[in-house]
Nanobody, 120 residues
Framework: QVQLVESGGGLVQPGGSLRLSCATS????????MSWYRQTPGKERELVAT????????NYSASVKGRFTISRDKDKNMVYLQMNSLKPEDTAVYYC?????????????WGQGTQVTVSS
């Protein structure tokens, strides 16, 4: 069982920065790709960025490319999302995700989410 706990959300003005953190279970990185998703009411959950088990960064959403950076600290079992130049449209609940495919079956684990609000 993979446990994920997000933190770091809050209210920030447009143009500001936030860093989201996701605490994971020990050993998660060796088997799971880690991602950040976001969701606003009435919309599907959107993939923001992914870092693979090998540490390669994939899949920055076009809407955040150049502004957001995903990273991980293997010693601390933490995944981060550094968000710069925030815009009101970045307002959403952000979720940490761990995923892997075993014998053709995808396994997903989710955190509880953290609210990010970008507003003046």
């Amino acid at each position: 069982q993979v446990q994920l706990v997000e933190s770091g959300g809050g209210l920030v003005q447009p143009g500001g920065s936030l860093r989201l953190s996701c605490a994971t279970s020990r050993g998660t990185f060796s088997s799971y790709a880690m991602s950040w998703y976001r969701q606003t009411p009435g919309k599907e959950r959107e993939l923001v960025a992914t870092i693979t088990s090998a540490g390669s960064i994939l899949n920055y959403s076009a809407s955040v490319k150049g502004r957001f950076t995903i990273s991980r600290d293997k010693d601390k079992n933490m995944v981060y999302l550094q968000m710069n130049s925030l815009k009101p449209e970045d307002t959403a609940v952000y979720y940490c995700n761990a995923a892997r495919v075993v014998s053709g079956t995808r396994w997903d684990y989710w955190g509880q989410g953290t609210q990010v609000t970008v507003s003046s």
